[in-house]
């Protein structure tokens, strides 16, 4: 990772990573951390690891007719994450923009080597995805992810439970087991990726106060998106 | 008998059971008289008594439909575009040459992972990039690939449609305004590729300039080989792609 306001991979702009499992509240985190950016004047675009368009329609379609596979369901994630990062991403980091990105090909990395595919080969298909100049990993236990499911009611999605790798019928136990395997890639990553470590067990106020202080180094000298525009 | 073998990346969950079939690939431009070779070919293993499953670069039901919302020009950028052929291509080996090799027929294959790879490297990407993409590809019996020239390839098209097509003349990658010229330049890329692939993959090539009878002869002799009771076989005919190949 670049040293702190040295913009990797030589785009003017910054790239903010959020990572972790699901119900770690990395996304409120990621949102109200745009807020703060934005209200101090940074021009900030926010992306979400959503099947786009282009390719959902096939996933929901390869689901019914039980065609889906490891190999083609990680293939058409990283088609999906291509399209995006090329429309979504590059653009603004390239004009020198602030880029918040909820998940990143670490996600892939994670959930494609937990369904058995060979981790050189799935990290070949993102070599188009630069190092991101931070990447916060939300930390939490997998007991705590599904405590937080159950307190807010939300129902454990098929693919969330790894319902398709067979691990049990029961799907509170799928759960737990692939995402625990989730858990296991992500601290693995968090040394060699280098990772910044939040431990999500605290709360919301806390998490968000660190890493405002974590990123401020990040943004010296950074232009605010009114400089961006108008000369003089 | 040797397990048929991959370009170096298993696939999670293939079958345990040996893949008996063939698998014969024919390569080549539009124009090289490929589809042609494949339908002649077809018959004559089926008067010879095989099982015989054609398989090709069609569109698959998994990403078929974005893939042709891209060529309607919804525009996909190029490595956009590399990862959703080789989408089509992976649900095409696992639900249908995968299966029809473990029953012991044949696949005939009209095209494979090299003219993908081959379009990919046009447009930008890196060969080691390409071949890494591709390596959960099974490793074929034999593969055929008919060269050739762009200037023949050209004089076949426009006798044939009274055309050249957008995609075949890769106007898409604003080589030339003009299309003729953009057709010749864009073929002739294609063919460099295929020139490396042809070392690294143990490709068989043919001269495609020639009548196509006479190039039937030559596949004939190619592949009787492969149904000789003796000779068998499966990954033991194209040696490996060095891990050190140019990129």
Redesign the interface.
Known sequence: MADPGTPAQGYPGRLIVFEGLDGSGKSTQARLLGKWLQSRGYRVFHTEWNSSELVSESIRRGKKKGLLTPTTFSLLHATDFADRFERQILPPLRAGYLVVCDRYSFTAFARDEARGCAPTWVRNLYLFAPKPDRTYYFRVPVDVTLRRKRASRSKISYYEAGMDLGLSDQTEESYRRFQGRLKQAYDRMARTERFTILDARGSVETIQQSLRADLAPLLQGFPTGERLQHEG | MKARTHYG?????MPRERLTGRLIVIEGADGSGRTTEVERLKEALEIDGHSIVDTGLRRS???G??IDRAKQGHT??A??LA??Y??DF??QL??KIVPSLASGSTVLADRYIYTLMARAVVRGASRA?AQ??Y??ALRPDLVVFLDARPEILMHRAISKYGSLDYWESGMDMSISPDRFESFLDYQGRLRREFAWMERDYGFHTLDANRHPDQVHEDVRRLVAPLYAPTARRAGTINPRPGSTASG
């Open positions: 990346t298993e696939l999670p969950g039901t998994l990403v439909e974005p996909l950028a490595t956009t990862l959703l080789a989408t992976a649900d696992e639900n990039w890494e993409l390596s959960f």
